[in-house]
């Protein structure tokens, strides 16, 4: 199985600040990586999927790059609305596994 | 506007059973690929069980042999069958819909609000 491990745990920022999550494979998940965002009580919510492409809707302050076994979503500016519990995800093997969440918490 | 509302949860005993299902609308449901996520209270989010609009199935290795997975095109609905339920089944369990990307692999795009499946005796 290919395991993500996601750093930080947690990250605290600022309203205006730019947010660095990071996602690491213990196997090559090529380009197929999706990231979500997750609030309290709500389902996920898609904001990239094939590494780098930006799901319908998503503002362009969310952006994500990598390939093989390093993953990174970028917040450029966050807003207050961006603070939340965010999970990436491979899809190109089953079982297809998340992180286990980097939490974004108002500093 | 894609919809996807589960139903079927509760509180069900070890060794029980209990189906789920999916309502789905908005998109035609006969073209698409669908799945099953759970997530533990708290806990982070976990794939179960995919069923492509061929009818090609996989699940998760703790589900196999005990959960199963289908879907009614006509009736725009996906279920999952979940026996011999155990403590660690309990999650909130979200019906999501799949679509491909450029190099042909599905993705997770839609979710729908989830329904509690508690096991406990």
């Known amino acids: 199985e290919n395991v993500l491990t996601q750093s930080p745990d947690t990250l605290s920022l600022s309203p205006g600040e730019r947010a660095t999550l990071s996602c690491r494979a213990s196997q090559s998940a090529s380009s197929y990586l999706a990231w979500y965002q997750q609030k309290p009580g709500q389902a996920p919510r898609l904001l990239i999927y094939d590494s780098s492409s930006r799901a319908t809707g998503i503002p362009d302050r969310f952006s994500g790059s990598g390939s093989g076994t390093d993953f990174t979503l970028t917040i450029s500016r966050l807003e207050p609305e961006d603070f939340a519990v965010y999970y990436c995800q491979q899809y190109g093997t089953p079982p297809y596994t998340f992180g286990q969440g980097t939490k974004l918490e108002i500093k | 506007e894609v919809q996807l509302v589960e139903s079927g949860g509760g509180l069900v005993k070890p060794g029980g059973s209990l189906r789920l299902s999916c309502a789905a609308s908005?998109?035609?449901?006969?073209?698409?690929?669908m799945s099953w996520v759970r997530q533990a209270p708290g806990k982070g989010l976990e794939w179960v069980s995919s069923m492509s609009s061929g009818s090609y199935i996989e699940y998760a290795s703790s589900v196999k042999g005990r959960f199963t997975i289908s879907r009614d095109n006509a009736k725009n609905s996906l279920y999952l069958q979940m026996n011999g339920l155990r403590a660690e089944d309990t999650a909130v369990y979200y019906c999501?819909?799949?679509?491909?990307?450029?190099?042909?692999?599905?993705?997770?795009?839609?979710w729908g609000q989830g329904t509690l499946v508690t096991v406990s005796s």
């Open positions: 908005g998109f035609t449901f006969t073209y698409y690929s």
């Open positions: 999501a819909r799949e679509s491909l990307d450029s190099s042909g692999h599905y993705y997770v795009n839609y």
